[in-house]
């Protein structure tokens, strides 16, 4: 935050679909993010929400099947979805880098921690084995690895769960990046190793002014360590706001149900939850209208035939997808 | 609500569980690794015992030995005041109505090859349930768990996972059990699932009188449904009291630190909020530490190491109690209010 703020990142109106046998499925419909330098923006949903997938496309890296129809993604001038695949790859680890959730399906069992991140390194840059030997010792250091001058020769299996995060997250910065996208970075560990894995992650941020995208469902995290969230649900943004107007003045009435669906460490004990009624939304069959009208607990009769679409709600960007969005704060 | 006062339903006495290493294909014999050790729990008729850990912990393995799943070591596991430690199997089977087990993972827990009528009516085919019966109790457990009857004929991957984890909690409460070991239950289940399922763990619970043992690492979950909690560090109950004792004031060092690691959904507070980080990385259960197996990462055995009058050896670079690194403490107290196994259980920081 304290450096001066840049557009990096400029994903404007992407549209993102599967083909299927007989017809084609949106999974990712109209969705715009500006991500600027030295920000952390948080990207909240649940599965299926299309929140991954959004970047996923935008780094030319969607499974097989999934594609782009509309949109682009802006970044240095380029459109990233019309760089020929050599030109993309390029940009991919020194531009823009992606940290993913599972760290040791990310990791190759038969090869050194050291290994990989030398093969990192020299794919990219003109350096000696010896050089990138050293360079890799060093970013293992970084990210607080004990001992890395022995630690460097050990194989995934070696690590603990928070140290094989910490080692791709090494990994994910060797290239100095300006954009790093966590996708639920600490999803398979352990409470506090969870927080130092992000606290490193905000300082390496703080450190070299790059851009943090955490993708996540844990609002905890997000009230921790984010400036601005956007809410995906059904393939598409329903909220969008710095993290305090978010969680204290949310209008979306999906944000407001998150919250209240969610036990919290801090709440009065012996309050029921709210689950959200009904089930995720079938992206092959979303009703007409706004998508979460039918799990919505403030859905009007106008809510299933209107389109919806992100509107500024203040003049300082809290964008909302809801039409009744003056009355959602009320409820909360 | 639980009735603490009542006999215990189940008792875990000085339960220890060694898994050798077995002779690896170099001919050598790993190291054995102590999962469970020495730890005493007791669960009381309709109440929720949450069971809190690192990876590592022990407490899944705990949880199958208090169901015989897994044999210990040395210890007694008593259900229904009888000692069923060295139960013979059939007789086991039979205390097995009364038992369950709820799994973390709704897509590997249940046989995509079978119906749900078959997966939930297996367990009263298992147990002699008479056919005309079946029926009945099968359409039972399925509204109990709010699925409607008429979607019986149907396999598992026809439904979400919220409903497959209904599937699972329906078969394990077909045989009307008085204790269920529910697994990580709910943390493959995305949020707005999870309620529904915690809800509705709560309705059967306040309906059926069922104890439930719930093992998991989320401690906002555990925190809003356990009426008692017990927090394991290798293999050990480190603390163990009533809901509000542990996460208002809890005694244990480790217990402070996990509690200040969960993020609070607020940006005000949470911002506000200080962590008390631990030291290093869980230890390994092949090689406990010596003395109180948390001092190696005990950040208040570095704070009392300060005060006057307290004999200290060197750890690294650093001083602490003799007493943390000789002494292995006994958890002290009582287990229905709190108890906790610290040398210095009322120093904050």
Redesign the interface.
Known sequence: MSHPSKVLLDIQQLSVAVSGTQSTIPLVHNVSLQINSGETLAVVG??GSGKTLTFLAALGIAPAGVKVTSGEVLFEGDDLTKLNPNALRSKRGTAISMVFQDPLSALNPVFSIGTQIIEVLRAHLPLTKAQARARAIELLERVHI?DPHRRIDDYPHQF????RQRALIAMAIALEPRVLIADEPTTAL???????VL?LLSQLREETGMALVLIT????????H?DRVAVFYAGRIVEQAS??AL??EPRHPYTV???R??????SP?NI?????VG??PNLAKLPAGCPFAPRCYLAKSDCGSIQTKLIDTTNHEHLSACQHWSEVHQEF | MAHLTAAPLLELKNISKTFNGSASWRGRSSNAVQAVDQATLALYPGETLGLVGETGSGKSTLGRIALRLIEPSSGSVMFEGQDITHLSPRLLREKRQRMQMVFQDPYGSLDPRMSVDKLVSEPLVVHNVEYAQRQEKMHAALEQVGLDPALAHRYPHEFSGGQRQRIGIARAMVLDPAFLVLDEPVSALDVSIQAQVLNLLHEIQIRTGVSYLFIAHDLSVVRHISHRVAVMYLGRIVEIGTRDAIYNRPKHPYTVSLLSAVPIPDPVLERARKRIPLIGEIGSANNTPSGCRFHPRCPRAHEVAQQKNIAIQKLGATDIPVLCATQDPALVGSDTEQACACHFPHETF
């Open positions: 649940e599965s004990p603990s769960g928070g140290m352990d409470v506090t190793v969870q927080a130092q606290e469902h844990d609002l905890g995290l997000v009230a921790r984010a993290v305090q969680f204290h149900s998150l919250f669906t969610i036990p919290r460490l801090d004990t029921a939850l709210t689950p959200i089930q995720p």
